[in-house]
């Protein structure tokens, strides 16, 4: 059983995405790193991706740690916007991975793994669950919090990225569709193995006020091009 790390990444420093890197390499055996911006974000048609400088720091860094790296830089910006640019990481994944046997482990540029227990391969080696939730620690002014995150999920056939950025699907064996991650109001989501003794640090706090200015921005557009209904 593998782990494969999907990293999502778009104008990052580059020593967060050594360290993003880094921290993936505690529990990933190879890495699908997917550059661009989403269409909406300020800026995208005008830059669709992001210097070569974080490409190589990607691939260095994964060679350093001693996992596989698989680099997608696109020509043009996603699109599809937030939707798109996730789904077409699982259907990447998806192509090295081994289906029902291997899990595939989402994160942003933004986020780090900062605890990850020596056990956690084994423990999702041994599930029967298909998802499994860590613990989300947001820093703030003051003001931190944590919250379980499901990051998590078993390289099923036909998983897949739909409705919103956060909601994952895969084909239920009834022919209905399976929700793994989803809106609470609308889907009923399958149980999740929890492993809250896995840190992820989200810093988007930490980005320059014009970066964050520029993701409010695109976030605040989201209600028009995300819409969730039942599965």
Sequence with gaps: ???IGLLSWYEEPAPWLAECVAGLAQVCDHLIAVDGPYALFPGA???????????DTIARAAAGAG?????????APWWGNEVEK???????????????????????????FTQVPPDTKKILGETDLDVAEVMLWERGDGQDSQFPLRVLFRALPGIRIEQAHYVVTAPGLDGGTRVLVGNDTVHRAESALPLWDVRLEHRTGQRSAMRRALK???YARLPEIEQVREL
């Design 1 to 3: 059983m593998r782990v």
């Design 45 to 55: 048609t005008r830059k669709p991706a992001s210097g070569s400088e974080q490409a």
């Design 67 to 75: 996992i596989g790296c698989t680099v997608h830089v696109p020509r």
């Design 86 to 112: 996730r789904d077409w990481m699982f259907r990447l994944a998806m192509t090295v991975a081994q289906p029902g046997v291997d899990w595939l482990l989402r994160v942003d540029a933004d986020e780090v």
């Design 216 to 218: 409010d921005e695109y």
